[in-house]
């Protein structure tokens, strides 16, 4: 059994330049950089792509780093609306501006080795009928797909609470029209949008995860946090994906917290490795009751057997 990989959110370094967010985590013990592609980091529309692209992947594998492609910059393809335009916005511009964009990051992706790139459907604006939004988004998720077919690269789509696909039961509708699909589980998200336990998404969904984000949050409230607040049950998330044999980057998403990234990041992975160890002792501790229990009661094997399938 393998120690997970984890990778810290560039958006969580958002005033660290990004060489120097490369290093700050390949010298604090992470395994690779969720990079969310942005004016400061890696502009996707910079002059420069080509060069920097380059440089960023020598300096990648200088440190033995993963990585996985965000992208959620908030104004990268409009400085005076966040986060638009999206795959959901009801000017046809607008989407084939995000198709567009969403093509040049897995470009970017694949350039860099990147194990998935991670988005998401956007909010409808108001009046915009759903099922509307919900063809314009399977439209551009599939065109986006055939556009990257030949990258060699997983997209992999994240449940966003507030947005048009926020849970992921939506995700499956989504996928079974576009089969190529990967999951971007967002754990936190799973509490904010009351859908189920983080751990329990993990298990359901073990074959379809392209990616894996967690962070601190609250019950029906989607705010990121530290690691160590809120209602997260991160030995009980970390076990899980060690119990899938899940071997991509679990990626930490703290994009709120750059102003004092120069803590958050050593810490985050500090409660990550002591939440691991944790979760280690609990499944050994599990083992070996579940091997007492079952020396000592000729009927214990069957009632943990059907304990494991419920």
């Known amino acids: 059994m393998t120690a997970l990989r984890y990778a810290y959110n560039t958006n969580g370094l958002a005033n660290h330049r990004l060489a120097d967010a490369v290093d700050l985590l390949a010298d604090s013990g992470y395994d690779g950089v969720a990079l969310t592609l942005d004016v400061a980091h890696l502009d996707p529309f910079g ?16 440190r033995g ?19 638009e335009p999206t795959l959901v916005s009801p000017e046809a511009e607008g989407r084939a501006r995000r198709v567009d964009f969403l093509v040049r990051a897995a470009a970017v992706g694949a350039d860099l080795g990147a194990e998935a790139v991670s988005f998401w459907a956007g909010v409808p ?42 849970t992921c039961a939506q995700w499956m509708e989504l996928a079974a029209e576009a089969p190529r699909l990967r999951l971007a589980l967002d754990t936190g998200h799973c509490l904010a949008s009351g859908e ?18 967690v962070e601190g949050m609250r019950h ?30 679990v990626c930490v998403e703290l994009s709120r917290d750059s102003h004092r990234a120069d803590r958050m990041v050593p810490q985050a992975l500090a409660t990550l490795r002591a939440a691991e160890t944790a979760a280690s002792s609990s499944a050994g501790s599990s083992s070996a009751g579940s091997s007492s229990a079952a020396s000592s009661s000729p009927g214990s094997a069957q009632e943990v057997s059907c304990a494991s399938a419920s």
């Open 47 to 62: 002059p420069d792509l080509a060069r920097d692209t380059l440089r960023l992947a020598g300096r990648l594998r200088a």
């Open 220 to 249: 029906g409230v989607h705010e990121h946090l530290p690691l160590d607040e809120g209602d997260m049950d991160l030995p009980a998330v970390l076990g899980a994906l060690t119990r899938i044999g899940y071997q991509r980057l």
């Open 196 to 213: 189920g336990l983080p751990q329990e998404m993990v298990v359901q969904h073990a074959d379809d995860l392209g990616t894996v984000a």
């Open 65 to 83: 780093m993963g990585c996985v492609i965000e992208t959620g910059a908030r104004f990268l393809l409009d400085p005076r609306a966040k986060h």
């Open 125 to 166: 604006q108001p009046g915009v009928d759903r099922a509307q939004a919900a063809r314009w988004l399977t439209d551009g998720v599939s065109g986006v797909l055939d556009e990257v077919a030949d990258l060699g690269i997983d997209l992999a789509f994240e449940p966003e609470p507030g947005m048009l696909v926020e």
